[in-house]
């Protein structure tokens, strides 16, 4: 992978991106992406933002390298930190968990005044964006799922505004539109998660009488139920 040739994961994060939008990539590792996004000309401006001093020096020498430092600004800081309301019109969050992307989102949410749209690749825990989404004034435009080297990834983009119906428990859960597309990655994700939670369940039942692992069984049954009846 290089600014020239993204990753099968981060080509989906940058078809996201529409021609002419000024973004910020946080958590931006070698820079790839806004320098991709740059030369393909689908950027006119881009933040590369990273908290740790590695990936910032990494990202610094990247941008030097391909000489497009006068288009992208590499800065070290904590999430959405590094910029300014109204700097930016996309803010990308690509290779974090669900539950630190959301709270990323949260910790920031006066930077996100001029931006109009999100896209968001969490490895784990997609159903924590999705509630932050909601909660927060922002609809799904669409998402992605795909396989990449043995692992599943999904894409988020979305756009101020809600969606025209509230999205039920199983929308949360598994992605409004990956509901419709249930493709073979889809199926393949969601019946590995419930041999895991098979498993989980069964040591569960090791432990009875105590409250909250009856409380966490729950739960689990009530996800395990939404799977089953999507997987139909």
Not at 26 to 49: E, M, N, R
Request: a neutral charge; charged letters at 30%; glycine letters at 8%.
């Amino acid at each position: 992978m290089n600014e020239n040739q993204l990753s099968k994961r981060l080509h989906y994060v940058a078809s996201y991106i529409k021609k002419g939008m000024k973004i910020a990539d946080i958590g931006s590792d070698h820079a790839y992406l806004p320098c991709y996004a740059i030369k393909q000309g689908t950027a006119s401006f881009a933040v590369a933002g990273e908290i740790a001093e590695g990936p910032f020096r990494s990202a610094k020498e990247q941008v030097e390298k391909v000489q497009l430092g006068h288009l992208i600004d590499v800065r070290k800081g904590d999430g959405l930190e590094v910029v300014e309301p109204k700097e930016v019109d996309c803010i990308v969050i690509a290779g974090m968990g669900g539950p630190l992307i959301a709270q990323i989102l949260d910790s920031g949410k006066e930077k996100l005044d001029g931006v109009s749209r999100l896209v968001l690749q969490p490895n784990i825990g997609a159903e924590h964006i999705r509630h932050w989404l909601l909660e927060n004034g922002w609809k799904l435009i669409d998402e992605q799922i795909l396989e990449e080297d043995g692992k599943i990834y999904e894409v988020l983009a979305a756009e101020r505004g809600f969606p025209s119906k509230p999205y039920n428990p199983g929308e949360l859960l598994l992605g409004p539109f990956l509901l419709k597309k249930k493709n073979e990655v889809f199926e393949k994700k969601w019946l590995s998660e419930l041999k895991v939670w098979q498993n989980i369940l069964n040591s569960m039942d090791k432990s009875k009488g105590r409250p909250e692992t009856e409380k966490k069984k729950q739960e689990l049954l009530k996800k395990m139920a939404i799977v089953k009846e999507a997987l139909k």
